[in-house]
Each structure stands twice: as C-alpha cells, then as structure tokens.
Nanobody
C-alpha cells in the first residue's frame, strides 16, 4: 500500500486549496481514509474522513468549508479546502487503512491517528495575509 499526497501551498485567508491523495495497493479491497492536520507543536487532528462505502465525516472546525471527493479512475481522493483560515495552517497528512480493520463509523475511525496504518508524506498548508 502506498499513498502520495500533493496540493499544499500558501494562500491568503479566505482562499482555497485542493489536496490530493492517490492510493495504490488496495486492489479490490475497501479502505477508509482520513485527512489529518498537524499545527506546529500540536498533535495530529483528524479533520475529514472517507469510507469506501461512501460515508464521509468532518470535524466541526472544517464543516461547511472542506469537502472530500473521489476520482475512482485515478484512485485519488481530494480534499477541497475553502474559506481557509490562519488556524488551518500546518501539515496535512492523508492516512488509510484496510476496510476490514476500520471502525464501523468513519467518525470513530477518524478520532485517533493510531487507527490508520498507512500514511502519506504530508503537505504544507500556509494561510496568511
């Protein structure tokens, strides 16, 4: 299993970014995916999650601003980040786990980074005026 992330960058408050996470190695097996935000000096926090059954979940801090979509042909998930705020700055990581090992609820799965076995390399997001 391998994850490759891209799409970070620097924007002004109110700006938008789209992060990508391309997964390989799962074959026909399902999986769950989480996007985690790590601000400097803080622990990774789950902000958005996706289950291959189509379920999604979002942290309250990003609800209404972030949205997950998927391109099945490319095995790629996207995290569309709108109306970005300075507090959204930090590293963003995509993480995944085999469906068989995921919690029944994607929200529960997203509650702990330790529940994901595979991680992307991370991408930096900076929101500043």
């Amino acid at each position: 299993v391998h994850l490759v992330e891209s799409g970070g960058g620097s924007v002004q408050p109110g700006g938008t970014l789209r992060l990508s996470c391309t997964l390989s190695g799962y074959g026909a097996q399902g999986y769950c995916v989480g996007w985690f935000h790590q601000a400097p000096g803080k622990e990774r926090e789950g902000v958005a999650g996706y289950d291959s059954d189509g379920s999604t979940t979002y942290a309250d801090s990003v609800k209404g601003r972030f949205n997950i979509s998927k391109d099945n042909a490319k095995d790629t998930l996207y995290l569309q980040m709108n109306n970005l705020k300075p507090e959204d700055s930090g590293m963003y990581y995509c993480a995944s786990e085999f469906k068989l090992l995921c919690r029944a609820s994607i929200a529960l799965q997203l509650s702990s980074a330790s529940q994901f076995g595979e991680w992307g390399q991370g991408t930096q997001v900076t929101v500043s005026s």
